[in-house]
């Protein structure tokens, strides 16, 4: 059974650095093939991806936000972390964490985690 | 990076209504695509992969088809649960970018 859930502040000021973490059981970093992925949905508007995360500990991030994220896992491998810096109003949003199934030649996130709301404001 | 629009953008049905919901893509993405499925304060649940594939223990009333630029979701009675907003999302390539959402309401 993989679940996973997304623990950092739900307010944070402009300027500051969001720390999400994703925490996740069912399945392993360190396995081959295996990737976390981040998704941000601002309220009443659309899902954006941000980044992924591999078992390799290859890195990929959404080109619009760059610059501003960090995608790291950690030596248990059990748990992701996302890293967003130089926060700001319009990145108030619901932050999810998912995993991303390889299948038959494929892919999607096939589970998420419930998200975190994070409110950017002074 | 890859666009995805999707039609329409709200639609109002019945139960027992089917439901056609049509995700074009800017370039062609193969079958790496997947639909998803959100009520409001939840997550997104997983309906569809590979443009076709039902995902595991989703009602078989949802289908899938379509490659290349073009992909529809259908529903094929709707039922009450289904009231939800629908994203289509491609993993050909990153950025993995997500269409902008269809809301299916009550009529």
């Given at each position: ?93 619901t932050?999810y ?16 985690g419930p998200g975190i ?6 | ?42 997550a ?64």
């Amino acid at each position: 059974q993989i679940t996973l859930e997304e623990s950092g502040p739900t307010l944070v000021k402009p300027t500051q650095t969001l720390t999400l973490t994703c925490t996740f059981s069912g399945f392993s970093l360190a396995t081959s093939g295996v990737s976390v992925g981040w998704i941000r949905q601002p309220p009443g508007k659309a899902l954006e991806w941000l980044a992924m995360i591999y078992w390799d500990d290859a890195k990929r991030y959404n080109p619009s936000l760059e610059t501003r994220l960090t995608v790291t896992k950690d030596t248990s491998t059990t748990q992701a972390v996302l890293k967003m810096t130089n926060m700001d109003p319009a990145d108030t949003a619901t932050y999810y964490c998912a995993h991303r199934l390889y299948h038959s030649g494929t892919y999607c996130f096939d589970y998420w985690g419930p998200g975190i709301l994070v409110t950017v404001s002074s | 990076d890859i666009q995805l629009t999707q039609s329409p953008s709200f639609l109002s049905a019945s139960v027992g209504d089917r439901v056609t919901i049509t995700c074009r893509a800017s370039q062609g993405i193969a079958g790496f695509l997947a639909w998803y499925q959100q009520k409001p304060g939840k997550a997104p649940t997983l309906l569809i992969y590979g443009a076709s594939t039902l995902q595991s223990g989703v009602p078989s009333r949802f289908s899938g088809s379509g490659s290349g630029t073009e992909f529809t979701l259908t529903i094929s009675s709707l039922q009450p649960e289904d009231f939800a907003t629908y994203w289509c999302q491609q993993l050909h390539s990153d950025p993995f970018t997500f269409g902008p959402g269809t809301k299916v309401d009550i009529k």
